[in-house]
């Protein structure tokens, strides 16, 4: 359930165990003192490291980590507080199979079991499970139901993303200079000698990743790429070359038409889910940050750490 750090307000899960707790107080409370061990001595927490007599103190150590990672810390904590905040005051609630299902749904997307996934982010990444739940999968859910409708994937979405992933493709090679008239030239070249479009791109392409395989790239799909690039390429026909294409600001790309591909044999029922999935992410990621901005402008945030004259007047 979506809470703040300091209390777990509305949980039904905290709800739950005061519960339990209740029910069961007599009897712990019993149990704690026929078996409760002697108190352990009180300990220093001011000191936290003694190196042959030199003291490392809490402060010294608190100093040094905000001078790490404070900033960043703190940002990210001022941006959870502020999701949090947003939930309380819409009564939105996150459950515990909710987290469940989407760390379920993350996992598959890798083609590994729940179990399988934290256990891997755990030794691989040093993220332990509740933080990866409370961090990570909580603020995600939060954004999505903040969010609301805007993130709902749509028919239209749905057939674009279906065309993206399984529907016909071109097989293209491209030539990518940084020069709109070395690209001319090199236009002319190849236009004279079509036959040569792939030792041409070997030899001169600044593409490196295309290059060495004569300028192949994978197949590209409707709505795959950027809209003037798909123009282009899907109206030419098998070995006819593009005219030379701005793709950005000092990008200027070539393309020769290899062959047609047919739509792969898919049925869009299978894969409904994993394509909805796919579009909510990316929709997820692209209004998070107007969700944020929204709360930002409506909040009243003073950032004190990194602010000298503040921390003057706020001294730690």
């Not at 933080?131 to 609301?148: H, T």
């Not at 020769?256 to 909805?276: F, G, M």
């Amino acid at each position: 359930m979506m809470t703040t750090r300091k209390t777990m307000k509305g949980s039904r899960l905290v709800v739950s165990g005061l519960l339990a707790l209740c029910l069961l107080g007599g009897v712990a409370a019993a149990l704690a003192q026929a078996v409760a061990p002697p108190a352990a001595p009180a300990v220093n927490m001011s000191i936290v490291a003694d190196v042959n007599g030199d003291k490392i103190t809490r402060s010294d150590l608190a100093a040094e980590c905000l001078r790490l990672n404070g900033e960043s810390e703190l940002s990210d904590r001022v941006r959870t507080t502020l999701i949090e905040q947003a939930c309380w005051q819409q009564r939105i609630v996150i459950e515990q199979k909710e987290i469940n299902e989407e760390i379920e749904r993350m996992a598959k997307t890798f083609g590994m079991a729940s179990k399988d996934w934290l256990d891997l982010l755990k030794n691989e990444r040093n993220i332990q499970p509740r933080q990866y739940m409370d961090d990570i999968i909580m603020p995600i859910l939060a954004i999505k139901k903040l969010a609301g409708p805007q993130i709902k994937a749509t028919e239209e979405e749905i057939r674009r993303e279906f065309d993206a992933r399984f529907g016909p493709a071109v097989q293209v090679r491209q030539i990518m200079l940084n020069s709109k008239a070395d690209a001319e030239r090199v236009l002319a070249e190849v236009r004279a000698n079509p036959d040569s479009f792939a030792s041409v791109a070997k030899n001169v392409s600044v593409d490196e990743s295309s290059k060495a395989y004569g300028g192949l790239v994978h197949p590209i799909r409707h709505n795959s790429v950027n809209p003037v690039i798909e123009r282009v390429i899907f109206s030419l026909k098998p070995s006819e070359i593009s005219p030379v294409v701005e793709y950005a600001p000092g990008i200027f790309i070539i393309f020769r038409c290899e062959q047609y591909l047919q739509s792969q044999n898919v049925d869009v029922a299978k894969v409904r889910d994993q394509l909805i999935a796919k579009i909510e992410d990316k929709k997820t990621r692209d209004v998070s940050e107007k969700v944020f901005a929204k709360l930002q402008e409506n909040a009243r945030i003073e950032v004190i750490l990194g602010n000298r004259q503040l921390m003057a007047q706020r001294p730690l």
